[in-house]
């Protein structure tokens, strides 16, 4: 077998590894649906339609989880759990906007479905209910923290849109953008759980950084599940990021093992995105060791997870935070 074959078993489902928490999840799904009811048929329509659909919940998860290790999660833990869901869901709007997506989760996208102005103004009033949340009662020490994450995916998405092109971004790039866009956010929903659930700020700020790793972690693996092969290995389709235009890990570790004159045939491919040509793409990503290559940068990441949270006292919630950590570098879709 492939040292890095994505088809391999799970040693956990998501479902079985969250179990424990499943009661507090289903109240993050009905204080979602509770917070972006406003009455106006569209709004409410457009704001919960990709919820219809689930998702990993693993933000919320996380401030639940973090939350947990000091001491039971309160009803202001699941508000704030629902605030990063939506702030989540709200980029993911406006990333389709700008990728001009059709489809997400299997469904069609907002501004595919409503329109870009819609989408525009749907994410908008996403963000703005998240944070109005997270401000509410006691959130003087959350708030700044929320915002922050919050701002750090805008600028993420910008610094995607002025590095996109293949002849300027490098490795140092793309780690920037997932930094960015990706793992700040997860850092903050570990720190948001811990501050929520009355940790010390040492505590608060180590479950930062072990989430920043995570999160590293978890989009490298997303992006080579992206490049790893057909629905029918990853359960879902494959080269979506290169076909909108995106450069990742992948493809610049293939660039980085290629002869100058096959680098100007993938920069040509990448500048004129094909979906005939991008089988191609496909193999030469497999043949060039990327996927294994993006494996192991994962776990080296997953690894400095493991490192600070060692330093967290041991507690059931701890086993389901590193057990969700390993599902999400091991995960095949």
Same mark, same amino acid.
């Not at 009803?75 to 704030?80: N, S």
């Not at 980029?91 to 059709?102: E, G, K, M, N």
């Given at each position: 077998?492939?040292?890095?074959?994505?088809?391999?078993?799970?040693?956990?489902?998501?479902?079985?590894?969250?179990?424990?928490?499943?009661?507090?999840?289903?109240?993050?799904d009905?204080?979602?649906?509770?917070?972006?009811?406003?009455?106006?048929?569209?709004?409410?329509?457009?704001?919960?339609?990709?919820?219809?659909?689930?998702?990993?919940?693993?933000?919320?998860?996380?401030?639940?989880?973090?939350?947990?290790?000091?001491?039971?999660?309160?009803?202001?833990?699941?508000?704030?759990?629902?605030?990063?869901?939506?702030?989540?869901?709200?980029?993911?709007?406006?990333?389709?906007?700008?990728?001009?997506?059709?489809?997400?989760?299997?469904v069609?996208?907002?501004?595919?479905?409503?329109?870009?102005?819609?989408?525009?103004?749907?994410?908008?009033?996403?963000?703005?209910?998240?944070?109005?949340i997270?401000?509410?009662?006691?959130?003087?020490?959350?708030?700044?923290?929320?915002?922050?994450?919050?701002?750090?995916?805008v600028?993420?998405?910008?610094?995607?849109?002025?590095?996109?092109?293949?002849?300027?971004?490098?490795?140092?790039?793309?780690?920037?953008?997932?930094?960015?866009?990706?793992?700040?956010?997860m850092?903050?929903?570990?720190?948001?759980?811990?501050?929520?659930?009355?940790?010390?700020?040492?505590?608060?700020?180590?479950?930062?950084?072990?989430?920043?790793? *995570?999160?590293?972690?978890?989009?490298?693996?997303?992006?080579? @599940?992206?490049?790893?092969? +057909? &629905? !029918? /290995?990853? %359960?879902?389709?494959?080269?979506?990021?290169? *076909?909108?235009?995106?450069?990742?890990?992948p493809?610049?570790? @293939?660039?980085?093992?290629? +002869? &100058? !004159? /096959?680098? %100007?045939?993938?920069?040509?491919?990448?500048?004129?995105?094909?979906?005939?040509?991008?089988?191609?793409?496909?193999?030469?990503?497999?043949? +060039?060791? !990327?996927?294994?290559?993006?494996?192991?940068?994962?776990?080296?990441?997953?690894?400095?997870?493991?490192?600070?949270?060692?330093?967290v006292?041991?507690?059931?919630?701890?086993?389901?935070?590193?057990n969700?950590?390993?599902?999400?570098?091991?995960?095949?879709?």
């Amino acid at each position: 077998m492939n040292s890095y074959d994505m088809r391999h078993d799970l040693r956990f489902e998501l479902g079985e590894i969250v179990k424990p928490i499943e009661h507090h999840l289903k109240r993050v799904d009905d204080e979602i649906r509770r917070q972006l009811s406003t009455g106006i048929p569209i709004l409410d329509e457009s704001a919960y339609h990709l919820f219809e659909r689930g998702g990993k919940k693993i933000r919320a998860s996380l401030i639940i989880l973090s939350s947990g290790l000091a001491a039971p999660p309160t009803d202001l833990v699941i508000e704030l759990a629902a605030a990063a869901e939506i702030v989540h869901c709200a980029s993911l709007i406006h990333d389709d906007i700008i990728d001009q997506s059709s489809v997400r989760r299997g469904v069609p996208t907002v501004s595919a479905k409503w329109g870009s102005r819609v989408a525009v103004l749907t994410g908008d009033y996403m963000y703005t209910k998240a944070l109005g949340i997270a401000v509410g009662d006691q959130g003087r020490d959350v708030f700044p923290i929320l915002v922050a994450a919050t701002s750090d995916m805008v600028k993420g998405e910008l610094y995607q849109l002025e590095y996109s092109s293949i002849d300027r971004i490098t490795k140092e790039h793309y780690l920037t953008i997932i930094e960015l866009k990706t793992a700040r956010f997860m850092a903050a929903c570990m720190k948001l759980g811990a501050v929520r659930g009355g940790m010390s700020p040492e505590l608060a700020d180590t479950l930062y950084t072990a989430g920043l790793n *995570l999160g590293f972690a978890f989009q490298i693996v997303d992006d080579a @599940l992206d490049a790893a092969g +057909s &629905a !029918a /290995e990853t %359960g879902k389709d494959s080269g979506n990021d290169f *076909l909108e235009g995106k450069i990742t890990l992948p493809l610049l570790h @293939l660039l980085e093992k290629s +002869s &100058a !004159a /096959e680098r %100007g045939e993938l920069s040509s491919l990448a500048k004129n995105p094909d979906p005939a040509r991008w089988e191609t793409v496909r193999r030469k990503i497999r043949e +060039s060791g !990327a996927l294994e290559y993006c494996h192991s940068v994962a776990e080296s990441y997953t690894g400095e997870f493991g490192k600070h949270m060692e330093t967290v006292p041991d507690s059931p919630y701890k086993r389901i935070i590193l057990n969700l950590a390993k599902f999400l570098v091991e995960r095949n879709y």
